[in-house]
């Protein structure tokens, strides 16, 4: 009888992934949906939300320490064969920035680097928003940068270094985003503003699962996928699109 390979199926046997930025809603989940791979995980938090991660224990190396201490990064992605990386535009001291420089920096030669962000950042001027997102976003920018809570000019700044860097990167932009049972993996575009994004919703679980299986897919190396859930109406109306 032949012998059975347990990691055929199992894409990161013997890999090394870090998840900068475990302790949220989306890191816990990548977390969850790479240890399911078969990765090995290194997880780098705030020290004041390791204790969100408590139900890893035992399974995961954690790192503590703010995701844009370059000293931090460092030593969380050396080894590592990717990196996925929450981008967070909190504060007003460019944190998403740091974060992303840090990891470029950083990360082993010829790893995979997959971050995440929101649609709102536009990879070229093909990527088409409708005047009321574009209102929206304006005023809200505008007031959460006054109130020093949110600076979402910085993880543009962040996505246009990453866009510049000739390393293996994919940054996936999330449509607003729910709670809920897996749909699948998301379908994708190239561009904001494509009907299959219409319905401009995808299950977080989901957006996990795309971030974690960007890292096996080379087709999506220095792509920006914007993406949607694969049961939303949009998605079902035009199916057939690149997903
Ligand atoms: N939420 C949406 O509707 C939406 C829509 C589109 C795209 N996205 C993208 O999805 C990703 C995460 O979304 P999520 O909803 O899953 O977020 P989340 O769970 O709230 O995670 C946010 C991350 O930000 C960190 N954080 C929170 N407050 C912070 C602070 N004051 N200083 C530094 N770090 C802080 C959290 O770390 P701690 O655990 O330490 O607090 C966590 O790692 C982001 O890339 C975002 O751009 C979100």
Known sequence: MEPISLGASNPGTGKRVCVVGASGKLGRYMVQHALDRGY?????????????????????????????????????????????????????????????????????????LVFSCGWHVARDEKDV??????????????????????????????????????????????????????????????HVGDPVLASNLTRRVDFARFMVEAVENHALVQEAPAIVGRLTPSAIAHAGGPA
């Open 40 to 112: 090995e995980v290194v997880g780098v938090c705030r020290q004041q939300s390791v204790h969100k991660l408590a139900g890893f224990e035992g399974r995961i190396m954690v790192i503590p320490g703010a995701t844009d201490d370059r000293a931090v990064i460092a030593r969380a992605v050396r080894g590592c064969d990717a990196v996925l990386t929450v981008l967070v535009p909190w504060g007003v001291n460019h944190y998403a920035s740091g974060t992303a420089q840090a990891v470029l920096d950083h990360a082993d030669p010829g790893a995979r």
């Open 129 to 190: 928003y409708s005047w009321k997102f574009k209102v929206y976003a304006a005023v809200l920018g505008r007031l959460a940068k006054l109130a020093r809570a949110v600076d979402v000019d910085d993880q543009v700044e962040a996505c246009r270094r990453i866009f510049a860097s000739d390393t293996s990167w994919t940054v996936v932009r999330g449509s607003d985003l729910e709670e809920g049972d897996s749909q699948g993996l998301p379908v994708w575009s190239r």
